[in-house]
């Protein structure tokens, strides 16, 4: 990977990590819906910045909620906001991937 393109690729990493830690808690959330006294799981995350040894990204991790009960339509809204957030950084990755074939397209081109 090229030092201009790893950290787009490592923030879009680190999203699609997060995206689907955020769809198994609320797909266990669903599971665990109608069990007695079971506490909602969520999951924060945080932006991580960037720095000159490592790019930026997302910290996700698991929380509990401190009451029972679960909405199936927060749940919804979770899943959802879970696949748009996944698919958006497969995009990420996607021109990523474009824009480093055209440059390593161009230096091929450069040496002939």
């Known amino acids: 990977m090229s030092p201009l393109t790893a950290p787009a690729a490592s923030t879009a990493l680190s999203g699609l990590n997060a995206a689907s830690l955020r769809m198994a808690a609320s797909a266990n959330n669903v599971a ?3 069990t007695p006294g079971y506490r909602r799981l969520g999951v924060e995350q945080a932006a991580l910045p960037s720095s000159s040894t490592q790019p930026g990204g997302v910290a996700a991790s698991v929380t509990q909620a401190s ?3 679960v909405e199936l339509t927060e749940e919804v809204v979770e899943q959802k906001m879970a696949l748009y957030s996944f698919k958006a950084n497969v995009l ?3 021109t990523q991937d474009e ?3 055209a440059l ?6 450069e040496r002939v």
């Open 99 to 101: 824009m480093q074939r």
């Open 32 to 34: 665990n819906m109608n």
């Open 104 to 109: 390593l397209g161009r230096r091929v081109d």
């Open 67 to 69: 009451e029972p009960g």
């Open 92 to 94: 990420v990755l996607q």
